[in-house]
Nanobody
């Protein structure tokens, strides 16, 4: 079948850093290098929102305005892994973070409804 597995979440103080990883396995790993991927997050009582996305080649990246100068998305095709480096974390970054693959051509969509495969999520909590 295949799956996406996130890791790297945790509890951090404001101003700190975390690096999230998302590894594709099984059938998903066979398409990993062909499609765009993204990180989304969802806080309690809020909709799932786009955080960062990357093209299949890794040549182009896209960010939500709220994280553009603090987060960096990257991917290692050989390792079937996408990363999200998060610096200068703020309490408002607290959420469950999900990685996702969109089996579409072109860049990563910003709408969660356009994604086909999702990980189980990893909790990020930033204390003030």
């Amino acid at each position: 079948q295949g799956q996406l597995v996130e890791s790297g979440g945790g509890l951090v103080q404001a101003g700190g850093s975390l690096r999230l990883s998302c590894v594709a396995s099984g059938r998903i790993s066979s398409i990993f290098s062909r499609y765009p991927m993204a990180w989304f997050r969802q806080a309690p009582g809020k909709e799932r929102e786009f955080v960062a996305g990357i093209t299949w080649s890794g040549g182009s990246t896209y960010y939500a305005d709220s994280v553009a100068d603090r987060f960096t998305i990257s991917r290692d095709i050989a390792k079937n892994t996408v990363y999200l480096q998060m610096n200068s974390l703020k309490p408002e970054d607290t959420a469950v973070y999900y990685c996702a693959v969109a089996a579409v051509p072109g860049g990563p969509p910003r709408s969660f409804s356009e994604y086909d495969y999702w990980g189980q999520g990893t909790q990020v909590t930033v204390s003030s």
